[in-house]
């Protein structure tokens, strides 16, 4: 991998993480979008369009809502997506999984720290932002872009470390890890289902969710 490379990767990846909490908030951390561009700078759009998809079936069990705590799949799929597309040795679904899924947890960890030292700063600043002090705001804005720029700078560095590891990784050596693969699918599916389950609610739009996913199972099986 070429330095110029890394350093493009390293960008969409921060690109990437602040998109999902400060701005511009373009759905660019959605894994398939951020995986997809990530295998395309990598010389392969497919690779990252499987991965993105993949790490996609589990972000879609996320509800971001509240206080609630749930995995960064953006900066997840940009890593294991550009590796998958720079090691073609690797099963590609197989890396989504070893890399694209633990890296997501670390992602979500960061997220939570990230949103507590927010909190931490706006209790510093309670009564000027209470007086309408504009400068306050201001500060609170510049310090959580900052913060979140920094996670992502992080993020980047850890996940092109996982890349390198993952080109220099012997997966000849293991046959058997398309079983890997195939697991990290199923998760996936299955997370994609509970969480469609749990918006679904009940009544009227259960029955449009039965009907949707009958249809989608028709298609499939027609083809």
Excluded: C
């Amino acid at each position: 991998m070429s330095w110029t490379l890394a350093v493009v990767l390293s960008l969409w990846s921060i690109l990437v993480t602040v998109d999902l909490v400060s701005m511009p908030q373009g759905l660019l951390a959605r894994p398939l979008v951020a995986g997809t561009v990530a295998g395309m700078l990598a010389g392969d759009t497919t690779a990252g369009l499987l991965v993105g998809a993949v790490l996609e079936l589990y972000a879609l069990d996320v509800l971001p809502i509240g206080a609630a705590r749930y995995p960064d799949y953006g900066a997840a799929a940009v890593s294991a997506a550009a590796a998958a597309a720079l090691t073609p040795a690797a099963p590609t679904l197989a890396v989504a999984g070893i890399i694209g899924l633990p890296l997501a947890i670390l992602g979500g960890w960061t997220l939570h720290v990230h949103r507590r030292r927010t909190a931490q700063s706006i209790h510093r600043r309670l009564e000027r932002v209470a007086a309408g002090d504009a400068r306050a705001i201001w500060e609170l804005q510049r310090n959580g872009l900052a913060r979140d720029g920094i996670r992502g700078v992080l993020l980047g560095a850890v996940g092109l470390g996982v890349i390198f590891l993952a080109m220099a990784f012997p997966w000849d050596a293991f046959p058997e890890m398309g079983l890997v693969g195939k697991a990290t699918v199923a998760g996936g599916i299955a997370a994609s289902l509970g969480g469609a389950l749990r918006s679904g609610g009940a009544g009227a739009r259960r029955r449009w969710l039965a009907v949707g996913l009958a249809t989608g199972l028709l298609l499939v099986l027609g083809r």
